[in-house]
């Protein structure tokens, strides 16, 4: 059986293309250069409207990361994050990507415990945080037991398919547990060898660049990120052949 496709996307237009294309789902987020943060209401309300047109109510889940700078959260930003965990769900979403820590590295059962209590019937994805903790296969036993749907982690390397060692350590541990989806750096090239470790599922962003009207001084660079439908393509016919 093929492995999932889950494509992160920052706009309607993204959306639209992993749906055309045929992709499983979609990580909807905003400011993928940073590690991707929480996106705006709207582009919530317009990627489940343009999912529920397509018969694919499972299609979008959104990430709610308040901020950069790692994952370890105060009890103020650990309220912004219920929000947009509530309103996510409340919006139709289909679930939530999230993950908090510990000052000094370690799965924060007790916040991960309230945000998937706060999700409700969503699927919950943890994160990359995952990459952070100094034992994920015991991290990934506390996420089983606190309900969490599947992780995403490139294996703790930089690029997953530098993790493979990891990826199939996990897999192995967790096969009809807990889902494992490899994400970081993933190329089409890729697929094949991450596919070979047992994983559920691939993350990409399938970004390309696009050149918009000069923004001035205190708008930022004129080049933005866009879904490219040929490496969305070319990732759902690797992942079908993988297995």
């Given at each position: 059986?093929?492995?999932?496709?889950?494509?992160?996307?920052?706009?309607?237009?993204?959306?639209?293309i992993?749906?055309?294309?045929g992709?499983?789902?979609?990580?909807?987020?905003?400011?993928?250069?940073?590690?991707?943060?929480t996106?705006?209401?709207?582009?919530?309300?317009?990627?489940?409207?343009?999912a529920?047109?397509?018969?694919?109510?499972?299609?979008?889940?959104v990430?709610?990361?308040?901020?950069?700078?790692?994952?370890?959260?105060d009890i103020?930003?650990?309220?912004?994050?219920?929000?947009?965990?509530?309103?996510?769900?409340?919006a139709?979403?289909?679930g939530?990507?999230?993950g908090?820590?510990?000052?000094?590295?370690?799965?924060?059962?007790?916040?991960?415990?309230?945000?998937?209590?706060?999700?409700?019937?969503?699927?919950?994805?943890?994160?990359?945080?995952?990459?952070?903790?100094a034992?994920?296969?015991?991290a990934?036993?506390?996420?089983?037991?606190?309900?969490?749907?599947?992780?995403?982690?490139?294996g703790?390397?930089?690029?997953?398919i530098?993790?493979?060692?990891?990826?199939?350590a996990?897999?192995?541990?967790f096969?009809?547990?807990?889902?494992?989806?490899?994400?970081?750096?993933?190329?089409?090239?890729?697929?094949?060898?991450?596919?070979?470790?047992?994983?559920?599922?691939?993350?990409?962003?399938?970004?390309?660049?696009?050149?918009?009207?000069?923004?001035?001084?205190?708008?930022?660079?004129?080049i933005?990120?866009?879904?490219?439908?040929?490496?969305?393509?070319?990732?759902?016919?690797?992942?079908?052949?993988?297995?």
């Amino acid at each position: 059986m093929a492995i999932a496709v889950e494509i992160a996307v920052q706009d309607v237009v993204g959306v639209r293309i992993a749906l055309a294309e045929g992709a499983h789902r979609v990580e909807l987020c905003s400011a993928l250069g940073m590690g991707g943060l929480t996106p705006s209401a709207a582009l919530i309300h317009g990627a489940v409207a343009l999912a529920r047109g397509s018969n694919r109510d499972q299609f979008v889940h959104v990430l709610v990361r308040p901020r950069g700078g790692g994952f370890a959260y105060d009890i103020h930003e650990l309220a912004t994050i219920l929000g947009d965990v509530r309103f996510a769900r409340e919006a139709g979403a289909a679930g939530v990507v999230i993950g908090a820590l510990t000052d000094d590295g370690r799965l924060d059962t007790d916040s991960v415990e309230r945000i998937v209590d706060e999700a409700g019937p969503l699927q919950v994805t943890f994160h990359r945080a995952m990459d952070v903790v100094a034992d994920p296969l015991a991290a990934a036993d506390e996420l089983v037991a606190l309900g969490v749907t599947r992780i995403l982690t490139s294996g703790g390397a930089p690029r997953s398919i530098d993790g493979v060692a990891r990826l199939r350590a996990l897999s192995a541990a967790f096969a009809g547990r807990l889902e494992v989806m490899a994400g970081g750096g993933v190329s089409v090239d890729d697929i094949p060898s991450l596919a070979a470790t047992g994983i559920d599922a691939v993350h990409l962003s399938a970004r390309d660049s696009a050149r918009g009207a000069p923004s001035g001084p205190g708008g930022g660079d004129a080049i933005y990120d866009i879904t490219d439908p040929a490496i969305v393509h070319d990732a759902l016919v690797m992942a079908a052949l993988a297995r």
